[in-house]
């Protein structure tokens, strides 16, 4: 265990047994990261940034991950800015509702139905890609992404 990680157990994180993020919404490798497009496209290009190992809190990685993780998570913004034409991009690193590191990284565009809010406060219906549009993206995002930035 690194330095103060947490003592849950790894047979408990949705994260860790591989329930979430959905598998088939797998873009890139990042190193100590995995980016996946998230369930909702909403907001197109949500993608979810997930630590590969086990851990609770940013205080929980060394601080060589630390760095290296928000490299990563800059490196997905990055991308996400470029390819959607993004006014801003919202990052989040919550945790309550699955306790393991992850990101989300929320591309804002010009015609965003509620630029001011957070997206967990903009009520819509949720917007699940058809097989052939997730892969489309999938395609799309993999090789910018699997890039080194």
């Not at 959905?22 to 497009?37: E, M, V």
């Not at 086990?54 to 470029?82: D, M, Y």
Request: net charge negative; aromatic share 8%.
């Amino acid at each position: 265990m690194a330095q103060g990680e947490s003592t849950m157990s790894h047979s408990t994180c949705n994260a860790c047994l591989g329930n979430w993020p959905r598998r088939n919404h797998f873009i890139a490798d990042l190193g100590l990261s995995k980016a996946y497009l998230h369930d909702d496209q909403f907001f197109p290009g949500w993608t979810v940034v997930v630590f590969q190992r086990h851990a609770t809190e940013l205080f929980h990685l060394t601080p060589a991950e630390r760095s290296r993780l928000i490299e990563e998570v800059n490196h997905v913004a990055k991308t996400l800015a470029e390819i959607y034409h993004a006014k801003k991009i919202n990052y989040e690193l919550l945790g309550n509702q699955l306790p393991h590191v992850h990101w989300h990284v929320i591309p804002r565009l010009a015609n965003d139905p509620d630029p001011l809010e957070p997206v967990w406060r903009v009520s819509h219906k949720p917007i699940a890609l058809t097989e052939l549009a997730l892969q489309e993206t999938i395609d799309h995002l993999a090789s910018p992404l699997r890039m080194t930035g």
